[in-house]
């Protein structure tokens, strides 16, 4: 799909942007190359292809979900201005 300069202008305003004029020919044919790329892809057929979470196979590892660290809520609220029930208590700022 070849894009023209006026169409250029109408992409550019859209995303806010401001183009010089001696680079809208290179602009233009750089935005051209990107949407024959996705026509290209387009055509592919994907049936029966399944999905990836991770183009190189790989997998996250996780750590076991175990409590590190001692209960010291009563020990850090203790500089809190106000606190109720264990929760720290902050001004009203909507009515």
Do not use: C, W
Not at 33 to 44: F, K, Y
Not at 83 to 92: A, K, S, T
């Amino acid at each position: 799909m070849k894009l023209n300069v006026e169409e250029l202008h109408k992409v550019a305003h859209l995303a806010r942007l401001s183009i010089h004029p001696k680079d809208e020919e290179s602009y233009s044919q750089a935005l051209s190359n990107i949407l024959n790329l996705v026509d290209e892809m387009q055509t592919i057929d994907t049936q029966g292809v399944k999905p990836m979470t991770h183009p190189m196979d790989a997998f996250q590892r996780l750590r076991a979900d175990e409590v590190t660290e001692s209960d010291q809520r009563d020990h850090l609220q203790k500089i809190a201005p106000a606190i109720e029930d264990g929760l720290y208590l902050v001004p009203r700022v909507v009515e």
